[in-house]
């Protein structure tokens, strides 16, 4: 299985906080990897994909970006409905697989 | 605006089989793969498998003996059984769509709300 390897693991931040998200693929998984939020009790939504598109409806301050097998996502400036828990996600693999998660605190 | 709903039983006891349904609305099931994903209660998410539309179906191999996902294009419904359950199968269960292009992009952009199956006797 490719290992997907997210750091960190929780993070506190303030509103108005540039706030970076690492993921590391185990291997070459092209560009295959996209970026969800998921907030409490609630079912995960894609916010980037491909490793740097954004999907449509999801603010500008969100942006990925890729560099051989580590890819980041990168919120520029913190909203207070930003804290969430966030998960990277390969699908050059098969079985697909996801990161472990980085939860977003209020510092 | 495509969306999907979760259906099925909220527990289940040791050993039986688990089934769930995902209703889709608002959009058509072709040209798409219809996923199913699991949450163990504060956990991370693991992908259980996926169908196409045409019925051609992928499988986690760490749960393939066990999980049967099918399509039902005229309900436009898919289906989700997991056999031979135990209390490590204890998880919200999400369907999901997922887009496809190009043999390489692949992401999930309409989640259901998620059910929570207990597997308890």
């Known amino acids: 299985d490719i290992q997907m390897t997210q750091s960190p693991s929780s993070l506190s931040a303030s509103v108005g906080d540039r706030v970076t998200i690492t993921c590391r693929a185990s291997?070459?998984?092209?560009?295959?990897l996209n970026w969800y939020q998921q907030k409490p009790g609630k079912a995960p939504k894609l916010l980037i994909y491909?490793?740097?598109s954004l999907q449509s409806g999801v603010p500008s301050r969100f942006s990925g970006s890729e560099s051989g097998t580590d890819f980041t996502l990168t919120i520029s400036s913190l909203q207070p409905e930003d804290f969430a828990t966030y998960y990277c996600h390969q699908s050059y693999g098969t079985p697909q697989t996801f990161g472990q998660g980085t939860k977003l605190e209020i510092k | 605006q495509v969306q999907l709903q979760e259906s099925g039983p909220g527990l289940v006891k040791p050993s039986e089989t688990l089934s769930l349904t995902c209703t889709v609305s608002?959009?058509?099931?072709?040209?798409?793969?219809w996923s199913w994903i699991r949450q163990p209660p504060g956990k991370g998410l693991e992908w259980i498998g996926h169908i196409y539309y045409s019925g051609n179906t992928n499988y986690n191999p760490s749960l393939k003996s066990r999980v049967t996902i099918s399509v039902d294009t005229s309900k436009i419904q898919f289906s989700l059984k997991v056999s031979s359950v135990t209390a490590a199968d204890t998880a919200v269960y999400y369907c999901a769509r997922a887009t496809a292009s190009g043999g390489w992009l692949y992401y999930f952009d309409y989640w259901g709300q998620g059910t929570l199956v207990t597997v308890s006797s």
């Open positions: 291997q070459s998984i092209r560009s295959c």
């Open positions: 491909a490793a740097s």
């Open positions: 608002g959009g058509s099931i072709s040209s798409h793969y």
